[in-house]
């Protein structure tokens, strides 16, 4: 199984919106609807922010928002706040395994 | 409020066998909903998926690791252990154990161990 594949950076300013890709294959994101999104910060543990491709767990702002298309899911964050600064990894379901995307580190600039 | 906690030894001999064990508390292992899984992340890298366990037992591995791997499962103790022999440098990593929904997404996650290993 190979990993997802992540841009290794992105960025915005306070209050902008920013997008992160996340592709695969049709053996895993594309032929699934379970893609996962996890938030870490340097020193912890990851935090899952959505799943099931757009759902958002209790607690988690709705800043943050998740789609599919085909073999890419992306991640948004809106109105981007300073503690939003943090490494971002995709993950989906392939088959009787879990695959995860290689991370994305946001920059609030 | 679910907790998972990784222990185990944060050194090990190259060539010999990794063991970690996450103990749970807060919330069944026996549970019919959940699967409990392993994760690493080796020092400044990305995450990577080890293995899942059910509470009757059935395993799921990452395919790349299946040949030195075991994970089993003590419900009686609700915990869940890691077994990973013939270790290499590139083990070293960070290890933490998860509560997960089936093999869809990890719902919670342990603090984390380091894990090194060196001679």
């Known amino acids: 199984q190979s990993a997802l594949t992540q841009p290794p950076s992105a960025s915005g300013s306070p209050g902008q919106s920013v997008t992160i890709s996340c592709t695969g294959t049709?053996?895993?994101?594309?032929?699934?609807?379970?893609v996962s999104w996890y938030q870490q910060h340097p020193g912890k543990a990851p935090k899952l922010m959505i799943y099931?491709?757009?759902k958002r767990p209790s607690g988690v702002p709705d800043r943050f928002s998740g789609s599919k298309s085909g073999n890419t899911a992306s991640l948004t964050v809106s109105g981007l706040q300073a503690e939003d600064e943090a490494d971002y990894y995709c993950?989906?379901?392939?088959?009787?395994?879990?695959?995860f995307g290689g991370g994305t580190k946001l920059t609030v600039l | 409020q679910l907790h998972l906690q990784e222990s185990g030894p944060g050194l090990v001999r190259p060539s010999e066998t990794l063991s970690l064990t996450c103990t749970v508390s807060?919330?069944?292992?026996?549970?019919?909903?959940?699967?409990w899984g392993w994760i690493r992340q080796p020092p400044g890298k990305g995450l990577e998926w080890i293995g899942s366990?059910?509470?009757?037992?059935?395993?799921d591995y990452n395919p790349s690791l299946k040949s030195r791997l075991t994970i089993s499962i003590d419900t009686s103790k609700n915990q869940f252990s890691l077994n990973l022999n013939s270790v290499t440098a590139a083990d070293t990593a960070v290890y933490h154990c998860?509560?997960?929904?089936?093999?869809?997404?990890?719902?919670?996650w342990g603090q984390g161990t380091l894990v090194t290993v060196s001679s």
């Open positions: 998860a509560r997960q929904v089936y093999n869809r997404y990890i719902q919670d």
């Open positions: 807060g919330g069944s292992i026996s549970s019919s909903d959940y699967y």
């Open positions: 366990i059910f509470y009757s037992g059935s395993t």
């Open positions: 049709s053996s895993d994101v594309g032929g699934y609807n379970y």
């Open positions: 099931e491709v757009d």
């Open positions: 993950s989906s379901y392939a088959g009787r395994n879990i695959v």
